[in-house]
């Protein structure tokens, strides 16, 4: 009942910047905290940053700090990560994710995007 997708992802290189968005589709639902997490092939999947259904900052990963910054638009049910001055370090397959609540089963779930590669040159 809930499609999140990911979108902005790329190749750039050190130093530059990236906007990755994502949009959460679907119905009878409402978005809760959201969150940005990334994974390298082999290894686990790590938070980025997260944010509250207030549009709070609640936590980012130490490595970002500084650089990165998560933002949502609750109307539009769309989590933002502006990622700047990035390091080669940065590339892995970013995943967007949604505490969701469904009204008709009611209970509250989380969902995954499909996930978008960011590279980053060295």
């Known amino acids: 009942q809930v499609q999140l997708v990911e979108s902005g992802g790329g190749l750039v290189q050190a130093g530059g910047s990236l906007r990755l968005s994502c949009a959460a589709s679907?119905?009878?639902?409402?978005?809760?905290?959201m969150g940005w997490y990334r994974q390298v092939p082999g290894k686990q999947r790590e938070l980025v940053a997260v944010i509250n259904s207030g549009g709070s900052v609640t936590n980012y990963a130490d490595s970002v700090k500084g650089r990165f910054t998560i933002s949502r638009d609750s109307a539009k049910n769309t989590v933002y990560l502006q990622m700047n001055s990035l390091k080669p370090e940065d590339t892995a397959v970013y995943y967007c994710n949604a505490d969701v609540f469904d009204y008709v089963l009611g209970y509250g779930f989380g969902s995954w995007g499909q996930g978008t590669q960011v590279t980053v040159s060295s």
């Open positions: 679907g119905s009878r639902f409402s978005i809760n905290a």
